[in-house]
């Protein structure tokens, strides 16, 4: 789609599932389910839907779970890539080859795995060559000495080769990536996560990332029992949120199983997503 001067595309690489417990955190099963229904193991169906931003720069954020990913975690979270991030980006008809930055919202394995990609030798090395990646320098600090409650979500596979191959830039602070791209940290997911705020011919679109992973979670309380600082999501969200509404951002919701972006609307006090971009 055509934005101001920008052109976004969602792409997709393809889906997973994660238990839905822990993606809705304390609000109870009655009530997620409606929203999300789940597996005979209590997963529910995620999307993985990274963002192509066409402007002054070829640019994606994020890149999905990538193909690293062993047969016991294929099967754990119901790895579906049968439609990948390759299909997506020939279909936008960008090749690998002509995107010039990778953004990171975070380093987490569903959204950092495809930075890098095992070779036929078995190195693991950046997906997209003559590309520069961009992170959070907190985040990376964090992502790169892991304790024991986020060991599970940073493999150092899908970062440190960036570094190791000279790939890596690093960002300090809520900064303009390229004209009209600008990064804003949310923390709440992990302590440096951040949104992307992209902002061209007066609208505004941003792509939340894990802060709003899907449409199912736009109420303030639906938080994710992943989230390391649940408090600081709770006041992210209920200012973003606002703002949200009142400005009329186009949301990109990077986990929804249908929906890559709509608006946020509130009626009666409820708030609800109205689709803008979804699978059929
Ligand atoms: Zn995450």
């Not at 001067?5 to 994660?18: A, C, K, N, S, V």
């Not at 941003?206 to 600082?229: C, K, Q, R, S």
Request: aromatic letters at 8%; glycine letters at 8%.
């Amino acid at each position: 789609m055509t934005f101001g001067d920008l052109e976004l595309i969602p792409l997709l690489d393809g889906f997973f599932r994660l238990d839905g417990g822990a993606m809705f955190g304390v609000v109870p099963k009655p009530l997620w389910e409606r929203r999300a229904a789940a597996d005979e193991k209590n997963r529910i169906l995620l999307g993985l839907r990274p963002l192509l931003v066409r402007g002054a720069r070829t640019m994606i954020i994020d890149a999905g779970i990538g193909d690293k990913m062993d047969a016991k975690s294929i099967d754990i979270y119901a790895i579906d890539r049968a439609r990948h991030l390759d299909h997506s980006l020939a279909d936008a008809g960008c090749p690998a080859g002509a995107v010039e930055l990778v953004l990171a919202s975070h380093l987490h394995f569903d959204h950092a795995g495809g930075f890098t990609t095992r070779d036929a030798s078995g190195t693991v090395r950046p997906r997209f060559e003559g590309a520069r990646y961009l992170a959070r320098t907190a985040e990376w600090e964090d992502a790169t000495h892991p304790h024991e409650r986020n060991r599970a979500s940073y493999f150092q596979e899908n970062f440190v080769p960036l570094r190791d191959a000279g790939a890596l830039d690093l960002v300090a602070d809520d900064e303009e990536i390229m004209p009209g791209v600008r990064v804003r940290r949310s923390g709440g997911h992990t302590m440096h996560h951040q949104v992307v705020m992209i902002e061209s011919g007066g609208k505004t679109a941003v792509f939340t990332a894990d802060m709003i992973p899907t449409a199912a979670h736009v109420d303030e309380a639906w938080i994710m029992g992943y989230d390391l600082y649940p408090m600081d999501t709770l006041a992210f969200k209920r200012a973003f949120v606002r703002e949200a509404i009142d400005r009329e951002y186009l949301i990109f919701f990077e986990h929804d199983p249908r929906v890559a972006a709509g608006y946020i609307r509130e009626k009666d006090k409820r708030k609800y997503v109205e689709p803008v971009i979804s699978d059929s």
